[in-house]
C-alpha cells in the first residue's frame, strides 16, 4: 500500500507560480511511476503530468506544456509539480497518484493508477 499526501495548493493570481508536493509512505516510490491528474468542477479528472520511477522519463498533457514541470526526489519519496504562467483554466483540484511498474512506464490515463492522494485545491483567480 502507498499512502500519499498532497499539498501546495492555494490561492494564486493570473500568471503566478505554485509548486505542489507530493509525500509518499508506506512503499518506496522509487518502485512506482506517478503521474499528476487534475479536476475542474463538473467536469472529469483529466491527466496532467506523469514521471517514471527514475525521473529519466516525463509526459505532459498539451495544456500544461511549456509551464508545468514534474519531478521527483525518490530519497525524500516526493513528487513535485512546479506550475508557472497560470491561468483561470488551471483552477482545479489536483491529485498526485502512483502505480508499481517493472519498467520505465509512463501512464497517463487514471485508470491506471491504483494509488490516490487526497487532493489539493488549486484556485487562479482573472
Known amino acids: 500500500q502507498v499512502q500519499l499526501v498532497e499539498s501546495g495548493g492555494g490561492l494564486v493570481q493570473a500568471g503566478g507560480s505554485l509548486r505542489l508536493s507530493c509525500a509518499a509512505s508506506?512503499?518506496?516510490?522509487?518502485?512506482?511511476?506517478m503521474g499528476w491528474f487534475r479536476q475542474a468542477p463538473g467536469k472529469e479528472r483529466d491527466f496532467v503530468a506523469a514521471?517514471?520511477?527514475?525521473?529519466?522519463?516525463?509526459s505532459y498533457a498539451d495544456s500544461v506544456k511549456g509551464r508545468f514541470t514534474i519531478s521527483r526526489d525518490n530519497a525524500k519519496n516526493t513528487v513535485y509539480l512546479q506550475m508557472n504562467s497560470l491561468n483561470a483554466e488551471d483552477t482545479a483540484v489536483y491529485y498526485c497518484?502512483?502505480?508499481?511498474?517493472?519498467?520505465?512506464?509512463?501512464?497517463?490515463?487514471?485508470?491506471?493508477?491504483?494509488?490516490w492522494g487526497q487532493g489539493t485545491r488549486v484556485t487562479v483567480s482573472s
Open positions: 497518484a502512483a502505480k508499481w511498474v517493472a519498467s520505465a512506464t509512463i501512464g497517463i490515463k487514471a485508470y491506471e493508477y491504483a494509488y
Open positions: 508506506g512503499r518506496t516510490v522509487g518502485n512506482y511511476a
Open positions: 514521471i517514471s520511477r527514475s525521473g529519466g522519463s516525463t
